[in-house]
T-cell receptor, first 112, second 115 residues
Framework: ETGVTQSPTHLIKTRGQQVTLRCSSQSGHNTVSWYQQALGQGPQFIFQYYREEENGRGNFPPRFSGLQFPNYSSELNVNALELDDSALYLC???????????FGPGTRLTVL | AQSVSQHNHHVILSEAASLELGCNYSYGGTVNLFWYVQYPGQHLQLLLKYFSGDPLVKGIKGFEAEFIKSKFSFNLRKPSVQWSDTAEYFCAVNGHSGSARQLTFGSGTQLTVLP
């Protein structure tokens, strides 16, 4: 059974640029959620997708957007990057919206 | 929307000491409760969960947690910690309906176990 994978591992961008992060769900999982984890803090929920539709969103501006594909993999897009967007971005997959989340290793984004 | 409070930011213990990490949440409806652990250099992994039934749940590596509904608490315990338990511990809550159907984390507790 393949776990959750994320790419890239690390990324450095400059302010104002755009970034796309990718996530492959664990086999058989149809729900994927994304989180931002700043240094020294707990993960903050960004949004969640169930069968290609967004079914939950946290307190993040519209420049954070996402997609879920028919194979249940997912993308997180962030436009107009700001310095405060520097963080570890985590993807998690699950069987439903209330169950156990299985997390990937994360993508470390640095915005200069 | 729900919120989670973890009262201890950093806990330092010696090996064989007992551990209790506090977690309180605020949400009026039905919730699923979780403790996740992040070992140094590794990704978040599930330690234990509570969905329903017996409020005392057991997880991996000798950890357990007790759900006390009247106190909105889900404290994590271990009778005797080991050096390998050094990690960051996160309590999380997931509501069942509407905008609560998201996993909300506390700010985490860094546990350091001294050999």
């Amino acid at each position: 059974e393949t776990g959750v994978t994320q790419s890239p591992t690390h990324l450095i961008k400059t302010r104002g640029q755009q970034v796309t992060l990718r996530c492959s769900s664990q086999s058989g999982h149809n729900t994927v959620s994304w989180y931002q984890q700043a240094l020294g803090q707990g993960p903050q929920f960004i949004f969640q997708y169930y069968r290609e539709e967004e079914n939950g969103r946290g307190n993040f501006p519209p420049r954070f957007s996402g997609l879920q594909f028919p194979n249940y993999s997912s993308e997180l897009n962030v436009n107009a990057l700001e310095l405060d967007d520097s963080a570890l971005y985590l993807c998690a997959s699950s069987l439903d919206s209330a169950g156990v989340r299985f997390f990937g290793p994360g993508t470390r984004l640095t915005v200069l | 929307a729900q919120s989670v409070s973890q009262h201890n930011h950093h806990v330092i213990l010696s090996e064989a000491a007992s551990l209790e990490l506090g977690c309180n949440y605020s949400y009026g409806g039905t919730v699923n409760l979780f403790w996740y652990v992040q070992y140094p250099g590794q990704h978040l992994q599930l330690l234990l969960k509570y969905f329903s039934g017996d409020p005392l749940v057991k997880g991996i590596k000798g950890f357990e947690a007790e759900f006390i509904k009247s106190k909105f608490s889900f404290n994590l315990r271990k009778p005797s910690v080991q050096w390998s338990d050094t990690a960051e511990y996160f309590c999380a809550v997931n509501g069942h309906s509407g905008s609560a159907r998201q996993l909300t984390f506390g700010s985490g507790t860094q546990l350091t176990v001294l050999p």
